[in-house]
């Protein structure tokens, strides 16, 4: 045993787990996760969101679409310069990490990569 403390296991956070080799082994619920070399993570690393230019992004931003997107199902899509309030990060499908509402559109998913903060 080493002298740092052993990670929870991520399964089911019980405290009681120990080494097996290269593994880290959860004796309550049997689950097996590789060790990372005696550098345990106390939480997994926070997700950075970045917009086209760089700024990253957090819940609740103002962010501009920089430029004219189709939307399927309308006539018109949005236009570039369409600001969209109160941003919601997500994890989406298909690189879509923005949960917002945009007026005359409804709710809806966009990429960070089409998008400028302010």
Known sequence: MTD???????????AYTYEMGALLVCPECGHEWPAASGEWAEAPAERVVKDSVG??????DTVTVVKGLKVKGS????????????????DGVDGHDIDCKIEGFGAMQLKSSVVRKG
């Open 4 to 14: 740092t403390a052993l990670p929870p296991c991520p399964e089911c956070s019980g």
């Open 55 to 60: 700024n990253v992004l957090a819940d609740g």
């Open 75 to 90: 006539a018109s899509g949005i236009k570039a310069g369409t600001k969209v309030r109160n941003i919601r990060l997500v």
